[in-house]
T-cell receptor
Framework: GAVVSQHPSWVICKSGTSVKIECRSL??????MFWYRQFPKQSLMLMAT?????????EQGVEKDKFLINHASLTLSTLTVTSAHPEDSSFYIC?????????????FGPGTRLTVT | AQSVTQLDSQVPVFEEAPVELRCNYS??????LFWYVQYPNQGLQLLLK??????LVESINGFEAEFNKSQTSFHLRKPSVHISDTAEYFC????????????FGKGTHLIIQP
């Protein structure tokens, strides 16, 4: 149980275009989903926290207008990279925390490799 | 704010030898501590966690970690490693309560040599 999927697993786009990445909790409901970014040989950096039905909370230094997050249902959150540039190329990983008290564990998706040319 | 330090980016170990992966953290509040493992081409999987209670926590595949508050450490150990343990290991913290996202260390690549 507790499976999180991401789609697509990898994407190549041209500079200036927008890309949407989906994160789904397949067998549980997730009130909260998190988006992370991982550079090669680097750690995962938290970008934003997404709560179902409300606006996402962005970490300091993350441009909310560039990285649009929508959490429209208890099983789906999307990250849209708008007007992508080569420096946005990275590995984007989402995680989901199950709904309910005492639920601290985050379940991670397999990640999406974004390459902007 | 929290921070996590994993001093070793890479640890080579012979098969069946013991291993310790080091993790130190800093935080002004109480924290929850986690170890995640990432196998090649896979997502992160929770290995073990410390929330409260006994400071020694164990995983089902032989790993254990001990929370040491005075040394602000949460080192991961295994008495005898296998080839299948080859992976990237990440230490992470979140503020007590678990409502926030995780702060990760840079990861340690465990390389098991036959």
């Amino acid at each position: 149980g507790a499976v999180v999927s991401q789609h697509p697993s990898w994407v190549i786009c041209k500079s200036g275009t927008s890309v949407k990445i989906e994160c789904r909790s397949l067998d549980f409901q997730a009130t909260t989903m998190f988006w992370y970014r991982q550079f090669p040989k680097q750690s995962l950096m938290l970008m934003a926290t997404s709560n179902e039905g409300s606006k996402a909370t962005y970490e300091q230094g993350v441009e909310k207008d560039k990285f649009l997050i929508n959490h429209a249902s208890l099983t789906l959150s999307t990250l849209t990279v708008t007007s992508a540039h080569p420096e946005d190329s990275s590995f984007y990983i989402c995680s989901a925390r199950a709904t309910g008290t005492g639920q601290f564990e985050q379940y991670f998706g397999p990640g999406t490799r974004l390459t902007v040319t | 704010a929290q921070s996590v330090t994993q001093l070793d980016s890479q640890v080579p170990v012979f098969e069946e030898a013991p291993v310790e992966l080091r993790c130190n953290y800093s935080s002004s509040v109480s924290v929850y501590l986690f170890w995640y493992v990432q196998y090649p081409n896979q997502g992160l999987q929770l290995l073990l966690k410390y929330l409260s209670g006994s400071t020694l926590v164990e995983s089902i595949n032989g790993f254990e970690a001990e929370f040491n508050k005075s040394q602000t450490s949460f080192h991961l150990r295994k008495p005898s490693v296998h080839i299948s343990d080859t992976a990237e290991y990440f230490c992470a913290v979140s503020p007590g309560g678990g409502a926030d996202g995780l702060t990760f260390g840079k990861g340690t690549h465990l390389i098991i040599q036959p």
